[in-house]
C-alpha cells in the first residue's frame, strides 16, 4: 500500500478556511485518493475521493495536484464541528480495504 | 448515524477469556470489515468479508476470528485475551468489495473493549 505523509497537527479559527495537506510521491496511476475524518469517541466518516481531478462535495472540496504526488482537503469555513482527525488514504484498484496513517489532528479555535 | 450497528458498545472482561462483537452492516452492503484502533497502534485493518468470503486480512492475530453470515451480519471473535487487546473495534461496511465499485466505508460506533 502506497503511503501518505500528513502534519501531525494544525489548528485554525472558526469560520476560516482549512487546507490540510497531504504528500504521496509514491502513488500509482490507479491509487484513489480518500479523506476520511475521526471526530472524538466516534469512527471514522468518509469525507470526500478523486482520482486526477479536483473534486467538490457538501463538506469539502479535494485539490489534486497535477503529477498526483500530493493534495489538499479543503475546509471552506471550518466549525467547532469539524475539530477531528483526518485521514489521508490511496487506495488501489484491486482492493477496498482502507489503510489509515496517523492523520492530521485539526483544532479548531472559537 | 451511519447504519452500521456495533453491539456491545462496552464490554469488560479478564484476561484469558473469550468474547464476541456483533456488527450489522447498512442495509444493501455486502462487505464488512473490522478494525482495531488502540492509543499506540491507531487505526489497524484486521479483516473484510464480502458476501462471506474472506476478501483481505490484515494483522488479525491468531487467536481472533470473525466470519460473515448469510444474513451478512459480521462476528469477530477474540479469545486468549490479553491486556493488550484492550482497544476500540471497529466495523464498518461498503456497498462493494473491490476497487473503485467499493463506494464508501461506513463506520459503526465501535465496541470499547477492556481486559483486566
Known amino acids: 500500500d502506497a503511503k501518505t505523509t500528513q502534519p501531525n497537527s494544525m489548528e485554525s479559527n472558526e469560520e476560516e478556511p482549512v487546507h490540510l495537506p497531504c504528500n504521496h510521491s509514491?502513488?500509482?496511476?490507479?491509487?484513489?485518493i480518500h479523506w476520511y475524518r475521526q471526530l472524538p469517541s466516534q469512527g471514522p466518516e468518509y469525507v470526500i475521493h478523486g482520482l486526477t481531478s479536483n473534486v467538490n462535495n457538501r463538506m469539502a472540496s479535494l485539490a489534486i495536484a497535477e503529477d498526483r504526488k500530493s493534495s489538499t482537503l479543503i475546509l471552506h469555513r471550518a466549525t467547532l464541528r469539524d475539530a477531528a482527525v483526518y485521514y489521508c488514504?490511496?487506495?488501489?484498484?484491486?482492493?477496498?480495504?482502507?489503510?489509515f496513517g496517523t492523520g492530521t489532528l485539526l483544532a479548531v479555535q472559537p | 448515524d451511519s447504519g452500521v450497528t456495533q453491539t456491545p458498545k462496552h464490554l469488560i472482561t479478564a484476561t484469558g477469556q473469550r468474547v464476541t462483537l456483533r456488527c450489522s452492516p447498512r442495509?444493501?452492503?455486502?462487505?464488512v470489515y473490522w478494525y482495531q484502533q488502540s492509543l499506540d497502534q491507531g487505526l489497524q485493518f484486521l479483516i473484510q468479508?464480502?458476501?462471506?468470503?474472506?476478501?483481505a486480512k490484515g494483522n488479525i492475530l491468531e487467536r481472533f476470528s470473525a466470519q460473515q453470515f448469510p444474513d451478512l451480519h459480521s462476528e469477530l471473535n477474540l479469545s486468549s485475551l490479553e491486556l493488550g487487546d484492550s482497544a476500540l473495534y471497529f466495523c464498518?461496511?461498503?456497498?462493494?468489495?473491490?476497487?473503485?465499485?467499493?463506494?464508501?466505508?461506513?463506520f459503526g460506533e465501535g465496541s470499547r473493549l477492556t481486559v483486566l
Open positions: 488514504i490511496l487506495r488501489g484498484s484491486t482492493t477496498s480495504k482502507l489503510i
Open positions: 468479508y464480502y458476501n462471506g468470503e474472506e476478501r
Open positions: 509514491t502513488i500509482s496511476g490507479t491509487d484513489y
Open positions: 464498518a461496511s461498503s456497498v462493494g468489495g473491490l476497487g473503485p465499485r467499493t463506494g464508501e466505508l461506513f
Open positions: 442495509s444493501g452492503d455486502l462487505s
